[in-house]
């Protein structure tokens, strides 16, 4: 397994650094720990200085600006938490600057809401910004615009683990490390069983490797390692390596780029998908749902074959052509998800009809298919 770690490290260029609050900020007080930043900031220039490509997603904002404040607890309320992001985004990256500029590195501030993501457009210009970026020699710090957002605020990304996977597949990056206060996943709960051990390696992730990381409801997997088991499926399903550690280390990067058995590593995906179904596969939101049959459910998952109007048993939603729908299964399963040709009325016209029945019925006919394989994402 080391020599695995070993040989992939020899094509890194690119990488993803993910830091949580817990590993910037002090767990007595929530202020901003200056030590583990510097450490932080030295390692990543120091990556910098050896040639590698290196962009930051960080959490922190919120716990910052409650430092600024004062405040003990944090807040609850949406607006409470998103005047203490603004309060504490200036402040974090005006620390990042600070350190940053000291061993003579550009940064720049990037801040993301999930449409940047789900929009099409709008991804592709935040990638072309990317790159610019990358160009220019600066390090991107990326965190997500918690100061305006609409949505809950610890749900949307999932707690930055999954704002790094979508950052990873959009810059096309070979290495996700994700930084936090724990030394990697277990094979159990540490909290409860003293003799759990660190799993090294995952080359494929299984439902055990999911159960173990745990679920909902439990203070193993709540905003913790389930939401990084969800970060790392979506970074090796891009051919991305991704490596979870702890970033009390001093040393933690250069450690996991010399190829020390360190942290838990997840193994890239061998056959990954291409950008453009990785985006509709992880990067997309669904406009509305089509309910398949048997056959059709086998034609798209056995055969990829497209999805056709007979194969269609029912709608969910009001979408129009062009939008993202996902694709059920008899069981009540999202087996797949694409960019749909008809829109819902339409579709609601000649579902469970041949294809050369769609004229007939509808008036007009653009095409056979209602989804074609080549916008089609399977799970």
């Known amino acids: 397994m080391i020599n695995q770690r070993k040989n992939y490290l020899e094509t890194v260029k690119r990488i993803v650094v993910k830091v949580g609050t817990s590993t910037l900020t002090h767990s007595s007080s929530g202020l901003l720990n200056l030590n583990r930043i510097d450490s932080l900031v030295r390692q990543l220039a ?54 940053f500029s000291e061993y003579g590195q550009i940064v720049a501030q990037v801040l993301l809401t999930k449409e940047d993501i789900t929009h099409r457009s709008r991804f592709l210009n935040a990638r072309n910004t990317f790159f610019t970026l990358l160009e220019y020699g600066a390090i991107p710090i990326i965190n997500e615009n918690d100061a305006v ?17 979508l950052v990873t597949s959009l810059v096309e990056a070979d290495l996700l490390i994700i930084l936090s206060d724990i030394d990697g996943l277990f ?31 439990t203070s193993l997997g709540t905003g913790g390692m389930a939401t990084k088991i969800k970060a790392a499926k979506i970074a090796i399903s891009s051919g991305t390596a991704m490596v979870i550690a702890n970033g009390e280390n001093p040393k933690i990067i250069s450690d996991i780029l010399t190829g020390n058995e360190i942290g838990t590593w997840f193994k890239a995906e061998e056959h990954p998908l291409g950008a453009r179904k990785h985006w509709l596969a992880y990067g997309t ?20 074959k497209s999805l056709l109007p007979s194969g ?68």
């Not at 609409?150 to 683990?161: A, L, Q, R, V």
């Not at 003293?194 to 439902?207: G, H, L, M, Q, R």
């Open 46 to 99: 120091d990556l910098h200085n050896q040639g590698y490509e290196v962009i930051l997603v960080t959490s922190g904002a919120v716990g910052a600006g409650m430092g600024k404040l004062g405040l003990k607890v944090k807040p609850k309320t949406i607006p409470e938490k998103q005047a203490a992001a603004a309060i504490g985004q200036g402040i974090l990256l005006q620390m990042y600057e600070k350190f």
């Open 187 to 217: 094979d159990a709960n540490p909290k409860e069983n003293p003799n759990a051990k660190v799993i090294s390696f995952v080359d494929e992730i299984t439902d055990d490797i999911v159960n173990v990381a745990g679920g909902a409801g």
């Open 312 to 379: 269609i048993v029912s709608i969910e939603g009001s979408f129009s052509e062009g939008q993202i729908v996902a694709i059920i299964d008899p069981l009540g399963k999202e087996i797949a998800r694409g960019v749909t040709n008809y829109n819902s009325s339409d579709i609601d016209v000649i579902k469970g009809l041949k294809c050369c029945e769609i004229e007939e019925n509808l008036g007009h006919k653009f095409f056979d298919e209602v989804v074609h394989r080549n916008n089609l994402v399977i799970f």
């Open 285 to 304: 939101g669904t406009d509305g749902k089509l309910y398949i049959d048997k056959g059709a459910a086998k034609a798209l998952v056995n055969e990829q």
């Open 149 to 165: 957002v609409t949505d809950e605020i610890k749900i949307k990304f999932g707690d930055n683990d999954t704002l790094s996977a």
